[in-house]
C-alpha cells in the first residue's frame, strides 16, 4: 500500500513537473525585446455597434513603429470569439485590401485554422512581427505557431495597421497618429 501511494506521489509529481516545465519553456519562446521592455506605439478598442470586441495595443522595442520588424500587436478579448470568425473575417480584409491570390488566401486560411484557437473573454492573442519576415503567435503567452511567409506577415498586419484598414481611426490610433 505504502508503495503505491509513492509510486502514485511519484507519478503526480513528474507530470506537474513536465507540465510547469512546458510552460516555462512557452513563455521563453517570446522574443527578448517583449519579455524585458516593450514599449507601447499606441492602443485602440475595436467595437461592433455597441460591443466591445477587445483591446489592442501595438508595441515595438523602442516606443516608435515604422513599419518594420520587430513589432507586436496584442489584442486582449473582451468576448469570445471562435477561431473560424477569426479566420473568416481576416481573409475578408485581407481579401478587400487586395492582399493575395486565392491560392495563397487558402494556403494561409489552412494555417490560421490549425493554429488561431477560440478566444474567450480574458485571453490574449500577441502576434509578433519577427525579422526575418515571419510572424509568431502566441495564445496567453503560449506560442501557437509561426509563419515565415513575409507575405503573410504583411496581409496580416496590414489588417491593423495599413493606411487602408477598414477602421483606419483605430490603425491611426495603434500607430500612434493623431485622429483625423
Known sequence: MRRTVLMAGVFWASMMLSVIGGVQSSYAQLPSWLETSPQLVGE???RLFFFDIYQAALLTPDGRYDGAAPYALRLSFMRDVSSQTIVDTSLDEMRRQASGNESKLEEWA???GQHFPDMKNGDEALMVAL???GMALYHNQVKLG???D???TDAFFAIWLSDNALKSDLSRQLRGLRKE
Open 150 to 152: 513575409p507575405a503573410f
Open 110 to 112: 489552412d494555417w490560421m
Open 131 to 133: 525579422t526575418n519576415g
Open 146 to 148: 509561426q509563419m515565415d
Open 44 to 46: 485602440a478598442r475595436f
